[in-house]
């Protein structure tokens, strides 16, 4: 049996830095693609960030805070840098999967971070690639155990998803999608949900072969919506779109948690957890993508479909019991809101048909910007 897990948590956040006159995409805050140094990307290449905010979002994103109370602290101390940072530039702030109606087609609209470099090789799929995510890392020293909850966890990524959906408008129209950002990193080679893999060692193997062969430069050239983080002892959870709200992000983080900690615990007792096929499991996905909480996604066991919102409730029974030993109940509580009440992909449709939606979509969709920028910086007021 493999030792308990630290479970010790981190975040990375990737944040739109909006012109406040035009509401265009003015810069983006991501991850450099060649560490794990955040980088300033817009009008102006690669602009110097606030040492603080560089501080803050590289400690953020290791996996050192104990418990979810420290989280949320850290992410709130965070995004109200980040917030401050923009205001004395005259900007201002707003974190969402994808941005209401910027386009990657537009001239000087900036790259995220992560794929500068990659341009050769991926081409016109590095170019797309304006959507911006939450990655969280939640410790598991064990690298065994690592491949064993990434192989289980797969499963309930879809349920988790629905949870943090805030792109539903792409390019100046509304999708019809909960979260498009999803549908746009699939393009991506080696995305999506991880085949499953029998040890760390055949993981291990499969990263070589790649590495090896020049396919790849590192494990971090691997977009799947969960990995084994190849810096940090962490189980690295990607699937998720940004989300305005600090308090569901954190909420968010907690399910993420208590997850791993029950997947643990499972485990500790020699009690399976049946493996579906990738195939099944992307079914859920495209759902979740498509619905989000609004829809509908297959339960495997009875075989049949149920309601989201159900099936996000069964998955919160599952892990209650180790929510109070985690700190979290409190977070998790705050998930039942977000059930009942939406997530941000659904705010951002009321936004958008209050200000006359398709008979006026330019100003409609400037609304939608206002409204994430005030459902974000709402932190510093």
């Known amino acids: 049996m493999s030792n308990r897990p630290s479970l010790k948590i981190g975040v990375e956040e990737e944040y739109q830095i909006i012109n406040p006159e035009t509401r265009g995409l003015e810069y983006v805050i991501t991850r450099s693609s060649k560490g794990e140094e955040p980088v300033l990307r817009g009008h102006d290449s690669e602009a110097p960030l606030n040492e603080t905010l560089a501080s803050l979002t590289r400690s953020l994103a290791s996996p050192v805070l104990g418990n979810i109370s420290a989280v949320r602290d850290a992410l709130l101390e965070q995004r109200i840098v980040v917030c401050r940072t923009a205001q004395d530039l005259g900007l201002a702030v707003a974190a969402a999967g994808a941005h209401p109606f910027a386009s990657w087609r537009q001239a000087g609209v900036p790259m995220p971070g992560r794929f500068v470099g990659l341009s050769d090789e991926l081409r016109g799929v590095a170019e797309r690639l304006l959507v911006f995510g939450m990655h969280v890392h939640i410790g598991i020293e064990d690298r065994d155990f690592a491949i064993d909850c990434m192989n289980i966890v797969r499963y309930v990524l879809p349920h988790i998803l629905t949870l943090s959906t805030s792109s539903p408008f792409w390019m100046g129209r509304d999708t019809g999608l909960q979260s498009y950002r999803c549908v746009v990193q699939e393009n991506l080679p080696r995305s999506g949900i991880p085949q499953r893999f029998d040890s760390y060692a055949e993981f291990q193997h499969y990263v070589d072969v790649l590495t090896r062969t020049n396919c790849i430069r590192s494990v971090t050239d691997i977009w799947w919506d969960v990995r084994p983080h190849p810096v940090y002892p962490s189980l690295e959870i990607r699937i998720l779109d940004m989300t305005p709200r600090v308090e569901d992000a954190v909420a968010i983080i907690a399910v993420v948690q208590a997850v791993v900690a029950w997947l643990y615990d499972l485990r500790s007792k020699n009690v399976s957890f049946r493996l579906y096929q990738t195939s099944l499991i992307e079914e859920n996905k495209w759902r979740a993508e498509r619905y989000g909480l609004n829809g509908k996604m297959i339960d495997f066991g009875k075989e049949e479909q149920l309601p989201a919102r159900f099936l996000v409730r069964e998955l919160l029974r599952l892990i209650d019991p180790y929510v109070d030993e985690l700190g979290s109940r409190r977070e998790i509580n705050h998930i039942y809101t977000i059930v009942e009440h939406g997530t ?27 409204h994430l920028i005030q459902e974000t910086m709402i932190c510093v007021e």
């Open 344 to 370: 941000s992909a659904d705010r951002q449709r009321v936004a958008y048909r209050e200000h006359g939606g398709d008979s006026n979509r330019e100003e409609a969709l400037r609304a939608v910007v206002d």
